[in-house]
């Protein structure tokens, strides 16, 4: 089995800051990409960025400049540093995380897993 625990959310004034962590654990045998998405209320959940395990990154379009992801290998772990914080960012952001498995007579099977959200809230 695979957890990704997802922490950092809160709530921030308009124009502040906030890092959000997630952090994967279980049964791995190698993680590929990572990424991030929200979903606001009565929207549908979009990509906000996303991280391959070399480091290549890729960005909505409209959030490049203000939110930048990372990840550290060793810990299995994505983040997303957001700054410059807007009213309509404001969502419930999840990780997701491609992740190998090992399957006895089947060799290494890809997944994708989610976790289980963290709420942003910007207001003042």
């Known amino acids: 089995q695979v957890q990704l625990v997802e922490s950092g959310g809160g709530l921030v004034q308009p124009g502040g800051s906030l890092r959000l962590s997630c952090a994967a654990s279980?049964?791995?045998?190698?993680?590929?990409?990572m990424g991030w998405y929200r979903q606001a209320p009565g929207k549908q959940r979009e990509l906000v960025a996303d991280?391959?395990?070399?480091?290549?990154?890729n960005y909505a379009d409209s959030l490049k400049g203000r939110f930048t992801i990372s990840r550290d290998n060793a810990q299995n772990t994505v983040y997303l540093q957001m700054s410059s914080l807007k009213p309509e960012d404001t969502a419930v952001y999840y990780c997701?995380?491609?992740?190998?498995?090992?399957?006895?007579?089947?060799?290494?099977?890809?997944?994708?897993?989610w976790g289980q959200g963290t709420q942003v809230t910007v207001s003042s």
């Open positions: 997701k995380a491609h992740i190998e498995q090992w399957s006895t007579g089947y060799g290494r099977l890809e997944y994708q897993y």
């Open positions: 991280i391959t395990r070399a480091g290549s990154t």
């Open positions: 279980g049964s791995i045998f190698s993680i590929n990409t």
